[in-house]
């Protein structure tokens, strides 16, 4: 009986292994990332990114990404414009602080991958997908982002295009 009651335990031992979760790889954000817009006038860069990194080309269904920007980092290059881009009348950093991503899934494609996601900005969210490669320990995506989807724009500036496109690039380490 005992011989049994071992036998039992040790398979049952071996099958849970063999289910066991599979977690992707943890990366850290390095020196060097950037985020950067280009709207026409303005353009320029977020200088603060933080967040949490799992990925595994291996194991897609295990990874994910959840990122921060913050609002307050813009830095366009002109003060008054950084002034302006903060204040209630655009980004309203003070009552959104943050511009975040969450993915629901990552995915293979042809050219590289998918994070499909929710971003949120200036208090609005919208599922987005944001196309990416991942070479030399080193993320890079870029997405057209349109500014009435997050009500960052009134139509009342003819410089302004009425998307931008934003490129990510963010190495990482372990």
């Known amino acids: 009986m005992k011989k049994h009651s071992y036998l039992l335990a040790t398979l049952a031992l071996i099958l ?18 950037s985020v950067k817009f280009d709207g026409g006038d303005p353009s320029g860069e977020f200088t603060a990114l933080k967040g949490t990194i ?14 921060t920007v913050e609002v307050a980092s813009i830095n366009t290059g002109n003060g008054m414009k950084n002034t302006h881009a903060k204040s209630a009348n655009w980004f309203d950093a003070e009552k959104y602080p943050n511009i975040t991503f969450v993915s629901s899934s990552i995915t293979k494609t042809a050219s590289g991958f998918e994070a499909k996601g929710v971003l949120e900005m200036h208090g609005e969210k919208k599922e987005t997908t944001i196309p990416f490669t991942f070479t030399n320990n080193t993320f890079d995506g870029a997405i057209e982002v349109n500014r009435m989807d997050f009500k960052l724009d009134d139509g009342k500036h003819p410089k302004m295009m ?13």
């Open 16 to 33: 849970a292994s063999a289910f066991t979760f599979i977690q992707s790889q943890s990366w850290k954000i390095a020196e060097g990332y």
């Open 54 to 67: 799992q990925f595994d080309e291996k194991h897609l269904a295990t990874s994910k990404f959840d990122m």
């Open 162 to 174: 009425p998307s931008m496109k934003v490129t990510i690039h963010v190495p990482v380490t372990i």
